[in-house]
DNA sequence: TAATTTGTGGCAGTATAATACCACAAATCA
DNA sequence: TGATTTGTGGTATTATACTGCCACAAATTA
């Protein structure tokens, strides 16, 4: 994996954790408007994955963004 | 893999293709500019992989650009 | 206190992204 | 024409994202 250096996956588990908390969404709640199973949401904010591009386009649908803005956020 | 309906993969190789010829880019050049094979780039521009967060901002580095305008299309 | 909600993390199995090569054909150029 | 550049695709291996489930503790609420 690349990027390491800059930890990524944290920052992009932060960024989303901070979008589905400030729409006041329980990751189960968010797990209902998207394929994602909440246990996975967990997990990605955790910054277990380095997520693939399908994925950030089911995050995007499960927080009702623009996939783009899932990725509006300093490294 | 999920959102195989409108074809994620395709849309996002279309567009890094175009950004890539808009700057002149070989696959070649656009390689050495980031930490991926060129044939990488080839096979993600002609969707073959459902491509990771951490290859998205590497292809970033490749074009130069902020990783968020590479999910910047219409699917 | 009791019941419910919430987030975390474990598990096993499957699929596939990533890596690092290389060969080849077609296009481009000298 | 001959040399170089360019894009495509093959291969084998390794790592890990994903799936779907569930148990648990802590926090919240009634």
Redesign the pocket.
């Given at each position: 994996?690349?990027n390491d250096s800059f930890d990524l996956k944290e920052k992009f588990g932060l960024h989303i954790k901070r979008l589905r908390?400030d729409r006041g969404l329980?990751?189960?709640?968010m797990a209902t408007k998207c394929?994602?199973?909440?246990?996975?949401i967990?997990?990605?904010?955790?910054a277990?994955?380095?997520?693939?591009l399908?994925?950030i386009f089911e995050l995007a649908k499960g927080l009702d963004v623009e996939a783009k803005e899932l990725l509006d956020f300093k490294i």
């Open positions: 994996m690349k908390e329980a990751l189960r709640d394929e994602l199973d909440y246990s996975q967990s997990k990605i904010e955790n277990k994955w380095d997520v693939q399908s994925t």
